[in-house]
């Protein structure tokens, strides 16, 4: 394996048919056909090459193609993951919305050498798909599911709770369907308002009651209970999993592996050498700081500059550089959002790096106020109450970061 390079690669695609209504990620409702799209993607095929080239991608074992809506491409979207898939032995996700996921871009998935796709659902009822701003509706969602089931790939599919229209029923009825369907893996997240969305204009005064703190809570506890009765096994946060079906992909976000992002929004981590192998192709972005122990990348550069660059010298980053006491922080604060929590070596690590009695005092703080718990082999584990009271958990790890995280701005130096 490559010690400098990336353990993990991600995609970006940020076109969408449409905008819904609460959607705050990188995308943008585009027709198909337009050129933009497979101009976009020749332009990441490039980037691949690059980063290829430089020995950045000889120690990947993951893939995951993102958006905005990879399906969007149609068939073409396998071109895209046939790319991607020398590089991910272990496992190559691709997302998809159902009312893209047809018969032809299912088969070219299924036959591009990617393992899983994950299926934006959100709900199985029409009503709540509507006041969501969604374009599927719950017949093509579980359609979508099952087939892709029948392809034989792992699947995967994200629901939404606490959502306008929503009760306790049709949120049981939501998991069912899915179930039904025979997936293998399920993201469950509460509807989060942010600014700068439809649902964000709509609901900027006062709290909806749909969207209460109280029902997140109840609608999560409820998805665990659903779940867990039906063998998937709550390992993160949001996401549950049959027995072997969990994303090794998203575990190298919480785990401090380091990978590499393409493509407008995307985001990557990089330890410090492979920074420097990154700079060997994309010289705008400026040397680490001595100290800088890990690099936190961004692409800041919109669709169409992607798109019209002629390689990773073409892109704009936003960066931010920790030192490895910063680094072992967040590792303990990611590691938090993990069943299994952080294991004993890496609270070793971190108590040599940011001192023992700072360490043991966020954790005795973590678990006088029940937010997480010492594990029998030594680690530390969050509690239900932890999750429920993230930023605080959250918070208690990554504020045993010293000093300010050095950050920069890098601006493309070729089109
Ligand atoms: S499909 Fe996903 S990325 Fe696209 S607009 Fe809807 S929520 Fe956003």
Redesign the pocket.
Known sequence: MHAAGAQALYVHVPF?RS??AY?D?S?WATRADDPLVAAYAASVGRMLAQAEAAGLLEGCRTGYLG???PTLMGSAVGGLLARMAPHCPRELSCEA?PDSLDDATLAAIASSGATRVSV?VQSTSDAELAALGRIHTSAQATSALRRAVAAGLDVSCDLMCAIPRQGEKSWRRSLDDVLAAGVGHVSVYPLQIEEGTAFGRRYAVGDPAFNSEDVQAARMAQAEHALAAAGLHRYEVASYARPGKSCAHNRAYWTGVPYLGLGTGASGMLAAEGYAHLRAVAPQLPPAPEDAARVRLTVTSGRRQVAAASGLAGLDFDLEFLTEPQAAAEDLMLGMRLTEGVAEGLLAHARSVLGAGRVDGALAEAAAEGLAHATPAGGLAPTERGWLLGNELFGLMWGLAPGTVASASARATGA
Do not use: I, P, Q, R
């Open positions: 969408c905008k819904c959607c990620f995308s958006g905005g809506t919305n934006g």
